[in-house]
């Protein structure tokens, strides 16, 4: 995960370098650096694309990375959500309890030289809460992905009742596969 906060913005990415082993540690060491300063560095729209731009002169042999970026307004609650390639993230909204999926797409970055990510935009309000994670909380070689999000959902709706302190843990410990990395974001506004 990479933040930077500018005044009342807070930037948020989760990425998932594909890969084990020693190749991927290193190219996680390298991309979480980058996005960093990128992240600091740029305006919320910009990221995506600059991030692409890095990638596609890394021109690496192997592997690849998706992310997904959230631009957060903390006063005002309101947010965009761009992916590149990840999973939905998923908004729980207060009102109602649910939860749904922000279907932002984009394409895996480093592989479109000029690729544009366009945003999902809404508000985050009190009691409101949102998700974003690795592709090994919600996938495994047996099941479609999005009958893993489902079962995420489920799960975050029945593990964070009136309670999101600790509640990324909670999820991760109750669901994902053993055999891939998982990373969950919980993000949730008071």
């Given at each position: 995960?990479?933040?930077?906060?500018?005044?009342?913005?807070?930037?948020?990415?989760?990425?998932?370098?594909?890969?084990k082993?020693?190749?991927?540690?290193?190219?996680?060491?390298?991309?979480?650096?980058?996005?960093?300063?990128?992240?600091?560095?740029?305006?919320?729209?910009d990221?995506?694309?600059?991030?692409?731009?890095?990638?596609?002169?890394?021109?690496?042999?192997?592997?690849?990375?998706?992310?997904?970026?959230?631009?957060?307004?903390?006063?005002?609650?309101?947010?965009?959500?761009?992916?590149?390639?990840?999973?939905?993230a998923?908004?729980?909204?207060?009102?109602?309890?649910?939860?749904?999926?922000?279907?932002?797409?984009?394409?895996?970055?480093?592989?479109?030289?000029?690729?544009?990510?366009?945003?999902?935009?809404?508000?985050?309000?009190?009691?409101?809460?949102?998700?974003?994670?690795?592709?090994?909380?919600v996938?495994?070689?047996?099941?479609?992905?999005?009958?893993?999000?489902?079962?995420?959902?489920?799960?975050?709706?029945q593990?964070?009742?009136?309670?999101?302190?600790?509640?990324?843990?909670?999820?991760?410990?109750?669901?994902?596969?053993?055999?891939?990395?998982?990373?969950?974001?919980?993000?949730?506004?008071?």
């Amino acid at each position: 995960m990479v933040t930077a906060r500018h005044g009342h913005r807070l930037d948020l990415v989760v990425v998932d370098v594909s890969g084990k082993g020693e190749g991927a540690g290193t190219r996680a060491l390298l991309l979480s650096g980058a996005l960093g300063g990128l992240l600091g560095a740029m305006a919320p729209e910009d990221f995506p694309e600059s991030a692409n731009d890095f990638l596609m002169r890394q021109d690496w042999e192997e592997g690849f990375a998706s992310a997904v970026h959230l631009s957060l307004d903390l006063s005002s609650g309101q947010f965009e959500i761009r992916s590149a390639g990840h999973p939905p993230a998923a908004l729980r909204t207060a009102g109602t309890g649910r939860w749904s999926t922000l279907e932002a797409e984009g394409p895996v970055p480093g592989l479109i030289d000029m690729a544009t990510y366009e945003p999902v935009v809404g508000t985050m309000r009190r009691g409101d809460a949102l998700l974003l994670y690795t592709d090994g909380m919600v996938e495994t070689p047996h099941r479609d992905i999005m009958l893993g999000v489902d079962k995420m959902l489920g799960q975050a709706e029945q593990l964070l009742r009136g309670e999101f302190d600790g509640g990324a843990k909670r999820i991760i410990e109750s669901i994902g596969s053993r055999n891939d990395d998982r990373a969950l974001l919980l993000v949730h506004r008071r």
